[in-house]
């Protein structure tokens, strides 16, 4: 950051409007970090990876961003905070963290819904010259620093053409809804196995990794 300033300065400086980033010891003791957001529009942000990459996704994919802090804080609100989030928070905590929106053709789906790895990176690997992965999941988005051949996104099917992030941001906020998230309409997705993603899987010996590439349950 520029001449060593607080990360949450420098987000600042980069959007107007909520949230405003502040400084962690904003957030008081014993209050739900995702209930303090919603109810005063700031986000207390550490000086660290994982706070930076969640600046970043609160620039890049605000209405999603909100979407999912108000189903979180309505959650908070219901139930409380406990040990155990419940299946929506679970899944909405899941997809801010470790979640990715992918476009691709419907074989890719199928390939992906079946976790026919070979079919999916091997076969149809033409076909992902079509296709668009966007990790919006900051957690995942750290990881992905330094990277390990089981990072595993949760990706959602975004129909037709992903077109640009403010697009996929509307569209995720349309379907960020409680009912939808307990449904968890997420796959799990290796991310490195995705050509272009690791320069390793131009081999396709990469996949022959039992404990990476699963079969179905």
């Not at 303090?36 to 990876?49: A, E, H, K």
């Not at 908070?76 to 406990?82: D, K």
């Not at 995705?194 to 349950?217: I, K, T």
């Amino acid at each position: 950051m520029a001449a060593g300033a607080p990360l949450h300065e420098a987000l600042n400086e980069q959007g107007a409007g909520e949230p405003r980033f502040v400084s962690p010891d904003h957030l008081p003791a014993g209050m739900a970090y995702e209930q303090y957001v919603f109810d005063t529009g700031r986000c207390p942000t550490r000086d660290n990876l994982h706070d930076f990459f969640n600046g970043l996704v609160w620039l890049e994919l605000p209405r999603a961003k909100r979407q999912l802090n108000r189903v979180q804080a309505a959650q908070i609100a219901a139930h409380g905070v406990s040990t155990r989030r419940g299946p929506v928070r679970d899944a909405a905590t899941l997809f801010d963290e470790n979640g990715a929106v992918l476009s691709a053709p419907e074989p890719l789906w199928q390939a992906l819904g079946a976790r026919d790895w070979q079919r999916l990176f091997v076969d149809l690997r033409p076909l992902w010259r079509e296709a668009c992965l966007l990790v919006v999941g900051h957690a995942l988005l750290e990881k992905l620093v330094e990277p390990r051949k089981n990072l595993t996104a949760h990706v959602w099917n975004v129909p037709g053409p992903s077109g640009s992030t403010v697009q996929v941001d509307e569209w995720l906020e349309g379907q960020l809804t409680p009912e939808r998230l307990a449904a968890k309409p997420f796959l799990p997705l290796p991310v490195l196995g995705v050509p272009g993603w690791c320069a390793e899987n131009a081999a396709f010996s990469f996949y022959d990794d039992p404990l990476v590439f699963r079969p179905p349950p």
